[in-house]
């Protein structure tokens, strides 16, 4: 179980952005789906492989954080040799088969897993830079999908996904520091930084509310939606969603990384299926 446990299987649920796409293009052809499932299989590995080696790299802090101290590698369950193993073996052997057989997204992998490695080793010690970085791994998943389906990823989709994850990603730097209640040794964040990292995260979220604004009376819109007033509604119930993480955060009620609080929260798959059933009424479905 150990083995299975340091490959993060709680993480793989994030690559299902590489479906979004597809989705958003509404291309629900069966050999599309059956390529993007391939491709969320192949990333899984690849990512789980950069797990191992984030855990190999943060033993002696992870040890000390009151929740990842239970990890496998940083509880001492997984030898470093092991872990060590299990990262060379797993990560090479994604790459070769992504250069193999899916030559089209080989690149993005590579660049991931190259990124990855720096982030661990440098770029997450880098102020700002960690969370940017943090949002375009998203993006990686994103495009991913695009390259999988041949649909081409809008502007209006990458700058607004782009800046809703890093809205997230200074939610999790903001709620690490206010649940220590310290500084990190390893991060280049202070426990004085928590108030400035609230408001850019607040300026951020509505800056991603914004962008989708706009998007809607778009020309790339107007192609797609021929009922733009459910759209509207979408709008709403976004700034609820970013509203309430806030608040929720703020309040000391979500775990340390506020991804972990959205994949478990009901309310988010209610407001996910809201969203859906406004977007096909926006395309005419149903109408």
């Known amino acids: 179980m150990n083995y299975f446990l340091v490959l993060r299987p709680s993480q793989w649920i994030k690559n299902l952005l590489i479906f979004l796409p597809l989705i958003l293009a509404q291309r629900f052809e069966i050999d599309l789906i059956i390529k993007c499932l391939q491709g969320i299989i192949l990333f899984s590995a690849l990512a789980s492989s950069i797990y191992i080696f984030n855990d190999i790299r943060d033993k002696d802090s992870d040890s000390n954080h009151p929740k990842k101290k239970f990890r496998p590698i940083a509880s001492g369950e997984i030898n470093l040799k092991i872990a060590y193993l299990l990262f060379c073996i797993i990560s090479l052997s994604t790459l070769l088969i992504s250069f193999l057989f899916y030559k089209e997204v080989f690149l993005l992998f590579f660049l991931y897993f190259i990124l990855n490695i720096l982030y661990t080793q440098i770029l997450k010690k880098i102020l700002i830079i960690d969370i940017c970085l943090l949002s375009f791994f998203y993006i990686v998943r994103i ?20 800046f809703l994850f890093l809205y997230l990603s200074l939610l999790k730097r903001y709620n690490e520091l206010l649940i220590l209640n310290q500084n990190f040794s390893n991060r280049p964040y202070k426990k004085n930084d928590k108030d400035l990292l609230l408001i850019l995260a607040t300026c951020i979220g509505l800056l991603s509310i914004l962008i989708f604004s706009l998007y809607l009376n778009s020309e790339s819109a107007k192609l797609i939606y021929t009922n733009q007033k459910f759209l509207w509604f979408v709008n709403f119930i976004l700034f609820y969603w970013t509203a309430r993480i ?42």
């Open 143 to 162: 495009l991913i999908g695009s390259e999988l389906t041949l649909i081409e990823s809008s502007y209006w989709l990458i700058s607004f996904s782009f």
């Open 246 to 287: 806030l608040f929720l955060v703020n309040r000391e009620i979500v775990e340390e990384d506020p991804f972990y609080f959205i994949i478990r929260d009901k309310l988010t798959y209610l407001i996910l299926m809201i969203i859906s059933i406004l977007l096909l009424l926006a395309s005419g479905y149903f109408i």
